[in-house]
């Protein structure tokens, strides 16, 4: 205990009194809507005692980019380590690079469905129609009152669950066996390993499978969800954030405000400054990069037409996939953008051609880029 408060004695003289530290947050949001008139800010006080209860943060510059993001965005909370024990709610998108970036965040008082329900309210108020498409993915783990919040919110949006808690879950209910049953159900492309790592699960722990199909596989397992996660199961992306704000969340309020706007400024500038591949026209780095390789993948497979977008590709290991390409004209409005499948599944996972739907295209004589959705990449 005297180690507690000497620390804390330490942080009082570095940074001041933390009560004073909330009476600075007004000021604070006036010179940020100066600095960002187009930033969302919003300081919810306590109705009759008028003193702070939550405040909310969506940078300007976060609104503009949303919709070169890729359509998944996840969730989470974290304790801040600071004297009035609250809670950081951060909401997070992926861009065309793979890298991660802070859309919101907000101090609260704790996490349940009240403080989850403003939070996520506020976000889609911020963004906007920019959200309003049917492609959006959201994915969190179980947390209070989170599911809740989300339901209320995005009724129609297909919330994913994140794989590494529901393993965490079983591991402890079921033990070590179960957990590792668990994985090849979450990651099963095809009906028939889906099927069969079920039964196996099942067959050892029937109430580990019970556990998860009361969960329902549509909401965690990549053969059963309906929509591209860009291979994300799990809440890594937002855990990076929280691992890269460690320190800033040992800090009182106002300067960890501040030093989350500061670290995000650093972050904006990095990616503007990043350098195109030499040969690189509309790609991202890494979506060109990957390209390549699948392109020069593509060159030894063999196709097999039975009409202008179906397709069957064999490999030389033996291996046939079945694609479906899109008709080009929808593809070039990418307004309307459609996107084509193969039964590996990847096509779809990252709404890009595979190297098997590139061996389709090729045949064709068609563009290549013309089937990538630019936005996403």
């Known amino acids: 205990m005297p180690l507690y408060w000497g620390r804390e004695l330490a942080k009082e003289k570095v940074w ?32 009759t005692t008028k ?42 998108g992926i861009d065309g690079e793979g890298h991660v970036l802070p859309l919101a965040w907000a101090i609260v008082p704790k996490e349940n469905d009240l403080w989850w329900s403003w939070f996520i309210n506020l976000f889609k108020q911020a963004f906007g129609e920019l959200l309003y498409n049917e492609q959006v993915v959201t994915i969190s ?33 079921f033990g070590p066996v179960a957990r590792k049953l668990f994985w090849p159900i979450a990651k099963a492309r095809g009906s028939e390993a889906f099927l ?60 960890m405000l501040e030093k989350v706007y500061n670290w995000s400024m650093i972050e904006f500038y990095k990616r503007a400054r990043v350098k195109v591949d030499e040969g690189n ?21 063999i196709v097999l037409p039975s009409s202008d977008t179906e397709f069957l590709v064999e490999t030389p290991r033996g291996h046939s996939h079945q694609v479906i390409l899109p008709k080009l004209p ?17 096509y779809q996972e990252y709404q890009s051609p595979c190297s098997h739907a590139l061996a389709a295209i090729s045949f064709l004589g068609k563009p290549p880029l013309s089937y990538f959705h630019w936005s996403d990449y």
């Open 196 to 255: 069969t790592a079920v039964r196996k699960l099942k067959e050892f722990k029937p109430a580990a499978e019970q556990y998860l199909d009361n969960i329902g596989y549509y909401n965690f397992a990549f053969y059963t969800f309906p929509c591209a996660q860009y291979g994300h199961n799990t809440l890594n992306i937002v855990k990076s954030i929280n691992l890269s704000w460690s320190a800033i969340r040992n800090l009182p309020p106002f300067q």
């Open 141 to 173: 783990d179980r947390s209070k009152g989170l599911l809740n919040a989300m339901d209320n919110v995005f009724p129609t949006t297909p919330h994913s669950m994140c794989c590494q808690h529901l393993a965490e879950n079983i591991h402890k209910e």
């Open 281 to 301: 026209l509309c790609l991202t780095n890494r979506a060109f990069r990957a390209y390549q390789f699948q392109i020069k993948n593509a060159q030894s497979y």
């Open 330 to 346: 929808n593809i070039l409005d990418q307004g309307n953008f459609v996107c084509g499948e193969c039964s590996c599944q990847l």
């Open 51 to 92: 003193r702070f209860q939550a405040i909310f943060i969506v940078l300007g510059s976060l609104i503009n980019a949303i919709q070169y993001l890729r359509q998944f965005f996840a969730f989470d909370g974290t304790h801040i380590r600071t004297k009035y024990n609250l809670t950081l709610l951060i909401a997070v």
């Open 16 to 47: 001041g009194d933390e009560a004073d530290n909330f009476r600075r947050l007004p000021a604070y949001i006036e010179r940020l809507r100066i600095a960002d008139p187009e930033s969302c800010v919003l300081l919810k006080k306590h109705p």
